[in-house]
């Protein structure tokens, strides 16, 4: 019986490894591969007043000639800013025109980063669940008033979060849900 099980193991164990060396010799597919649909209905809302002020993608000035990268909610400083998905820090730290930042990665090359913080309750390397308190809203940086900056990257490049908290909280493309309604129309 011993024999059986021994070689029973030997097997599964030959199969397992057959399995790690036909992975490691697949062709890299990273690249073009899509965010999975499930893990855009993972987001959650990053304040709990939602009042957008500033789309992804706005052109002007204000941003040195290159597209706004990322959606601005208003404000009051001090008002608490929550992690949109889970994910375990990457970096807390103070950016130019971007002020006190933190970025959060999300696997599955997925990253979010909230700016002009006024306050951080987090460090780097810290485990974070959708909804936890992060930070307050601030004003640092460069900034017109007290207002969160969000971005929300998939593998480096900044992508508009308006499709990520909107497949979370649903409305449609022709229908904006009520708190996007001032910025995307109703
Ligand atoms: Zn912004």
Known sequence: MVDIFV????????FALLLTTLAAFSPPSAQADPLPRERMAEIAMPTSL???SAKFGEGGSYWGGTPHS????????????????????????IRGTYGRTITINHGDGLASMYAHLSSTDVKAGDQVSAGDRIARMGATGKVSGSHLHLEIQVRGVPTDPYDFLLAANPGSASAPPAWACRMYGC
């Open 70 to 93: 990322g959606l601005d909610f208003d404000g009051d400083t001090g008002a608490a800013i929550f992690a949109v998905a889970d994910g375990i820090v990457r970096e807390v730290s």
């Open 7 to 14: 070689v029973r193991m030997i097997r599964a164990g030959l």
């Open 50 to 52: 939602v009042k957008l």
